[in-house]
């Protein structure tokens, strides 16, 4: 499956069915960072932030200049935020 059929999943809804096509598509094209990326966001979609940080860092490392490095810094901005007024209604 090639990365623009893995979109085409991911636009029509079928969530399970793209996860599973990044797997594989990961698994045999590692240094791929677009594919690292999708997956990533997919993952963030789905509330798996840790996972979605992974995937984003190792697409980052592989291409610095893309945007998974901006990706990763919000998500870790995201992650660092403190509201202290949600403790103390």
């Known amino acids: 499956?090639?990365?623009?059929?893995?979109?085409g999943l991911i636009r029509k809804n079928k969530t399970g069915e793209a996860m599973e096509a990044?797997?594989?598509f990961v698994a045999e094209h590692p240094q791929n960072a677009?594919?690292?990326f999708m997956?990533?966001?997919?993952?963030?979609?789905?509330?798996?932030?840790s996972s979605a940080m992974?995937?984003?860092a190792a697409s980052a490392e592989i291409d610095p200049e893309g945007p998974a490095s901006k990706a990763l810094?919000?998500?870790r901005d995201i992650e660092a935020f403190f509201n202290p007024d949600l403790l103390n209604p």
Do not use: F, P, S, V
């Open 73 to 75: 810094e919000q998500a």
């Open 39 to 49: 997956r990533g966001k997919l993952w963030w979609r789905l509330g798996r932030r």
């Open 34 to 36: 677009q594919a690292r």
């Open 22 to 24: 990044l797997d594989r």
């Open 1 to 7: 499956m090639t990365i623009e059929e893995i979109e």
């Open 54 to 56: 992974n995937d984003y």
